[in-house]
């Protein structure tokens, strides 16, 4: 049974850079995997995606001059570099890995079927 654990979130003020780090135990494979988040009151939405060897990546269009997805698999790590926060961007942040690679970076949270437990990114002054 693969487990997703995100950590990195805290509390930071607008302008602000932080790197959230999700790390895989388990069975792994290379395999596709993401980032969702979800505000308070609103639905879980996609922020990014890779590839099992991070050759395609796919940023949200909001969010892509300001945030750059990445992994490490040999340490069974994905991570999700943010940039100039804003107040926006607060919100629980999940990683989610697919059964199987691909090329096709689906935006749909269906189509992930492991999930970590999120963790807090705050963005307040």
């Known amino acids: 049974q693969v487990q997703l654990v995100e950590s990195g979130g805290g509390l930071v003020q607008p302008g602000d850079s932080l790197r959230l780090s999700c790390t895989a135990s388990?069975?792994?494979?290379?395999?596709?995997m993401a980032w969702f988040r979800q505000a308070p009151g609103k639905e879980r939405e996609f922020v990014a995606a890779?590839?099992?060897?991070?050759?395609?990546?796919y940023v949200a269009f909001s969010l892509e001059d300001r945030f750059t997805i990445s992994r490490d698999n040999p340490k069974n790590t994905m991570s999700l570099r943010m940039d100039s926060l804003k107040s926006d961007d607060t919100a629980v942040y999940y990683c989610?890995?697919?059964?199987?690679?691909?090329?096709?970076?689906?935006?749909?949270?269906?189509?992930?079927?492991?999930w970590g437990q999120g963790t807090q990114v705050t963005v307040s002054s």
């Open positions: 890779i590839s099992g060897s991070g050759g395609s990546r």
């Open positions: 989610a890995s697919r059964t199987y690679d691909g090329t096709y970076l689906p935006m749909n949270e269906h189509e992930y079927f492991h």
């Open positions: 388990g069975p792994i494979s290379p395999v596709n």
